[in-house]
């Protein structure tokens, strides 16, 4: 009873102390009811405590100080009993804990037996130890050369399947497999490695060469293998639109380290693809295409059509052809494949010659229309330089180029040929000019053709060598024919030959320099003879206006020196005034009536305006004389702005 009077004594004091440390240190004292009061409130109720205030309290009313020394007492003895039981409790704990430390004593000497024997074994075994380690480094060094000639193995040797493939089979076989082409491009890896070998490590020359030596029998028997095979497929390459398999074209590229071996397989390509274009174009002469189902031949009459569509099949055909040989050596680098595809195209194009040949020696001879020739020649020269690019060729090595070569330089020659003929002709027939001085119809109908010849598309895009061919055969006969004409003209005076001329040059400069810059290298001689024929008419207008006026005799007066001059007559001056005013108020009543049959309107202003500017240079010589007479005063406002 004692003991839980004396913890709810320390509680109690806990609380109040708690309190009192919450309290802040600038509240007043509080009144010590209130506080007692406060904390029994905040007390827990619990059940022992519910009975030691009911202990208490019963003892709260008994005053005799005998019953309270009793109470006493008996709290006295009750915690006497509490601290015996406890002191017993502790001696058996004792105890116990005494029996533990001999437990232990005995553990820790039986743990340093065992400690003991540990380290004999451990002194014993230590010899076993450094021999096991050496074991294991020696298994990890057998282990490291183990995996070195496993790798040495994989990257120098075949596998026994590699072999059998590379060797297995007859030449008859129709098919490899993919596993053929890996195992060739292993062996080739294998030889390579071995060339290193021996060159970066001078101790490893004798087993590079027995490597490089097995290598080399595995990838000879392989090659000789793709080559049977690859002879084979090209020689079944005779359909019309050949099938070029991958395989294919990868065993070209493994034969590409023997030049030798990847000419003769192209030739025997070139060779089976010759027979099949020979064939399609016979075929497309005869019997037609598919574009088409009539027959080239039946367009033969038109020259130039037949030959525009016999090339264009042709051009075709090798564009076809360089698709195909271009698939079949897409995996071959394009700049060591030069030769061997020029030489490919002319075993390719061989059999096209021949046939080609006898159709362009047919036209070169038979033909006569000079337009046509220039434009079989343009069209031919056109298909060269195409089949030339496509080909990747200069040189005349391609018997097909040499051909169409040789059978433009004749088409050429006969084309000028020809243009003689014509000139030899002009001059043969000769027209008696019309009364309104037009080119004759022999010229108007040789300058349509000419006229035809230059406006075609084909002339136009041709350089200046054609244009000079041309006005140096054609242009001296067409001045002579024209010159020849001109003296049957009717009435015969230079003003009408002058007229004629200038029309003939007129279309015929027109016809043969349609633009201005070929009129300005090529026609220098047109533009003397017009100038020449431009003075002639000049002179003679200008002649007729100055009698027509009646000026003549007021300028036979300034033909003397002034001092000599003498005055001019009357009726003279009056009669020039009167023809001259009737001249300014319309001067083209004065004109030549020939000057309106002149085509040309920049032609016929010139020879106006230059014939009026010589006129009034002429009357400025004479006005100071007409100041001297009588008729000074009558001159109007235009005689004076003549001047």
Known sequence: MADLLKLDKD??????????????????????????????????????????LDAIGSARAVTDAGVRRNLQSDLEHSLLDAQESFVLEMKAMMQ??????????????????KMDH??????????????????????KITDQKLVLARKLRAAFTLTPRETEILKRGSPTDRGLSREFFDALTRVQQICQHCRTLMRLHAGSQVLGMQLLDLASQSHEAGQQKLYRWTLEECRRMTMENPVISPMLSEALRHLQARSAVLLSVLDEYASARKSVVTSLFLSALTQGTPASSRPLELHSYDTLRYITLVLGW??????TEKDYLSSLLKDLPAVDLQDATVRAFAVLTEGLVQPLRSRLEHITTTEKNVVVLYKVRHWTQFYIEKIRTMISTTDFANSL???????LEAIRNHYIFALRNLASNIGKKLDVPHEDLQP????????????ELIACHEFRNGNTEDMTTLTSVVLEPLLQMCNESASHVSPNTPIVTAVYLLNCLYVIKCALFPSDEQGRSCSELLDRQCD????????????????????????????FPEESRITPDDYDVEQFLGAFNLYLTNPDDFLP????????????????RTSQQLVSDYYRQIHPLLQSTKFASSLTASHHSMC
């Open 532 to 559: 020449a024929h431009i003075d002639v008419l000049v002179s003679e207008t200008s002649s007729g206006i100055i009698s027509a006026v009646r000026m003549r005799p007021l300028l036979e007066i300034l033909r």
């Open 96 to 113: 116990n804990l005494e029996k533990g430390h001999e437990e232990m004593v005995s553990v820790n000497s039986s743990i340093k037996q």
């Open 440 to 451: 004759s119809l022999s010229l108007t109908s040789i300058l349509s053709l000419l006229r």
């Open 314 to 319: 042709i051009h075709q055909a090798v564009a």
């Open 401 to 407: 180029l040499q051909l169409l070569t040789e059978s």
């Open 11 to 52: 509680k109690t004091t806990t609380r109040v102390a708690t309190a009192a440390e919450e309290e802040p240190a600038d509240r007043l004292p509080e009144n010590p009811l209130s506080r007692r009061a406060r904390k029994i409130c905040s007390s827990i109720v619990t059940e022992e405590l519910l009975e030691n």
């Open 593 to 608: 009536r020939e000057l309106r049959m002149l085509q040309s309107t920049i032609v016929r202003s010139t020879v106006i």
């Open 118 to 139: 540990l380290q004999t074994l451990k002194e014993g075994s230590r010899s076993f130890i450094e021999k096991t380690r050496s074991l294991d480094q020696e298994m």
